[in-house]
């Protein structure tokens, strides 16, 4: 076990096809994969509770098709780099739930998900609509006060959760969302 290991840099290391077993580096704070342009998703790394540690994660120029379901156990994660990762499927994700994360703006990628039809709480202030797709939005206890302007651009909108916030008023123009 690698207790003491805090950063692992295998940058350039194009005859990596397989990850290591990272679980027995608690302690592993950055690990950097850039370039590891033979590593794919099926060999990529299963994450587990024990790498609560893990601060960056560098994947960018890899094969990865896809990220693992785990990746979500990576609680103190503050870098995430998918640059180049040209074999990443994301622009089928049809559902994006972000609840009880400390996340209020979506990630920048967000309008290229052409397929969303379900996100949950992030905070529609910051959405940049082209999200033409999206069916179902859920801002459930945002604290929010009004209802942001940019909501009447998701024309597709089916489903609007907005329960358990401070409004003052409901904007008229959600009449323009004829899907819901």
């Known amino acids: 076990p690698l207790y003491k290991l805090k950063v ?3 940058k350039g290391s194009d005859n990596l096809i397989k ?4 679980t027995t580096s608690p302690n592993l704070e950055i690990l950097v994969l ?15 509770g024990k790498m609560e ?3 960056m994660l560098y994947l960018d120029g890899t094969s990865i098709e896809q990220l693992p379901s785990s990746i979500g ?12 990762c040209r074999n990443l499927q994301l622009e089928f994700l049809e559902e994006l739930d972000l609840s009880k ?9 967000i309008s290229q998900l052409k397929n969303l039809k379900d996100l949950s709480s992030v905070s ?9 797709s999206l069916k179902e939005l859920n801002l459930r206890d945002y604290n929010l006060f009004d209802i942001p302007n940019d909501i009447c651009c998701l024309y597709s909108l089916k489903e609007l959760d ?7 008023s409901i904007l008229s123009s959600l009449t323009r969302l004829s899907q819901l």
């Open 8 to 10: 692992l840099n295998l």
């Open 19 to 22: 990850a290591l077993d990272f």
């Open 34 to 48: 850039e370039g590891c342009t033979r590593l794919v998703a099926k060999s990529f790394l299963e994450i587990d």
């Open 53 to 55: 540690c893990l601060l």
């Open 73 to 84: 156990y990576l609680s103190n994660l503050v870098l995430l780099n998918l640059k180049d």
């Open 101 to 109: 994360t400390t996340i209020r703006k979506p990630p920048s990628f």
């Open 124 to 132: 529609a202030r910051d959405l940049h609509l082209s999200l033409g």
């Open 162 to 168: 907005l329960s358990s916030n401070n409004f003052i």
